[in-house]
DNA sequence: CGAGAAATAT
DNA sequence: AATATTTCTC
């Protein structure tokens, strides 16, 4: 048997290597920009995606519709597993004490994305971490289940719960991330219209697609 | 201006 | 219930 000190500096040793197995490569992220939802699960849930059906905008055409500065009222964003994973990299990559707001939305690099959304589920995340740093043992944080599972859904980078190391800014470690050379477009993370509602609960209940 | 925490709104 | 917005301080 291992003892569990030992185990605990065996993962101290190789969370990083493990962070970065985990890491998508290019090719699972280009499929993102074209269609979040894999055909079976479209199928299965009824789905359309945007990539056969444009999607219409929500208003009832009191101004012109596709001018996003004026017309479009911003939707509610679904932080779907996928997004939150994008949101987590990001803030892990800039390191938990100076990732703030607009940089976590410039690295997440999602068309559509404001600094206002990422500003919310970060106070969010924050909130979430302070309540799995204050309990000792177990993993239940207490909160409600919902939001406690698109939080699991990524998991949490050990250095964002202990405060003792972090690194200043000049000298980020290396940390290789995946390149965000394709955008996450996200009109597909809306909840307004019904196939993107369908698409969340497909996507809640397969996190792994 | 922008971060961030808390309260409040939708 | 989940996210947005407002308000306030720094």
């Known amino acids: 048997m291992i003892s ?38 479209a199928i299965a849930f009824d789905i359309t995606t945007s990539h056969n059906q444009p999607q219409q905008p929500p208003n009832s055409g009191e101004f012109d ?4 500065a004026r017309s479009l009222k911003r939707q509610r964003l679904v932080w779907t597993p996928q997004l939150h994973k994008r949101f987590v990299d990001a803030v892990a990559y800039l390191g938990f004490r100076n990732a703030v707001p607009k940089t976590i939305m410039q690295m997440m690099n999602v068309d559509g ?11 969010k ?40 190391h972090h690194f200043s800014d000049n000298s980020l470690p290396y940390m290789p991330i995946a390149a965000p050379q394709r955008q996450f477009v996200v009109r597909d993370f809306y909840a307004d219209d019904q196939e993107s509602a369908k698409a969340k609960k497909a996507l809640t209940l397969f996190p792994d697609c």
């Open 4 to 41: 569990s000190l030992k185990m605990r500096e065996h993962d101290e040793s190789n969370w990083f290597s493990k962070w970065e197995q985990q890491l998508p490569n290019p090719e699972e992220l280009i499929p993102l920009t074209q269609t979040l939802i894999p055909p079976n699960l």
């Open 125 to 164: 995340y924050r909130l979430y971490l302070k309540r799995m740093q204050g309990l000792s043992s177990g993993d239940g944080a207490g909160g409600d289940a919902a939001t406690e599972r698109l939080f699991a859904s990524s998991p949490v980078p050990p250095h964002f719960l202990n405060q003792s």
């Open 113 to 123: 994305l404001s600094r206002e959304n990422v500003a919310s589920h970060l106070q």
């Open 65 to 68: 519709s596709d001018d996003p």
